[in-house]
Nanobody, 125 residues
Framework: QVQVVESGGGLVQAGGSLRLSCTAS????????MGWFRQAPGKEREGISC????????YYRDSVKGRFTISRDNAKNTLYLQMNSLKPEDTAMYYC??????????????????WGQGTQVTVSS
């Protein structure tokens, strides 16, 4: 099973940018759809973006469309999330996820996931 470790979180001012990375172990990273989730204090974990194995299909939650970009480098076993124009409401713990079973299309990313430990993103106003 693919194990993942997130990095790149931190404190940034509103309007700023961060790039999250997710490094995966195992030789089968390229076979999996991957995603990013987040959970703010007192709120449920929500899926914000997913990308299929080739990078040809992506999903974005409405609240991040046009600001966040998901990408992957299968040769490096790494998933990325470029976050621009950050807002205070983007403050959350961000989790990388491996889609163990399910599907992704432009409108949804659904199934059973395995998550990493998370990286904290804090956006100050």
């Amino acid at each position: 099973q693919v194990q993942v470790v997130e990095s790149g979180g931190g404190l940034v001012q509103a309007g700023g940018s961060l790039r999250l990375s997710c490094t995966a172990s195992g030789s089968t990273f390229a076979a999996y759809t991957m995603g990013w989730f987040r959970q703010a204090p007192g709120k449920e974990r929500e899926g914000i973006s997913c990308i299929n194995w080739s990078g040809g299909v992506t999903y974005y939650r409405d609240s991040v469309k046009g600001r966040f970009t998901i990408s992957r480098d299968n040769a490096k076993n790494t998933l990325y999330l470029q976050m621009n124009s950050l807002k205070p409401e983007d403050t959350a713990m961000y989790y990388c996820a491996v889609l163990l079973s399910g599907y992704v299309n432009a409108n949804t990313c659904s199934g059973s996931f395995n998550w990493g430990q998370g990286t904290q993103v804090t956006v100050s106003s």
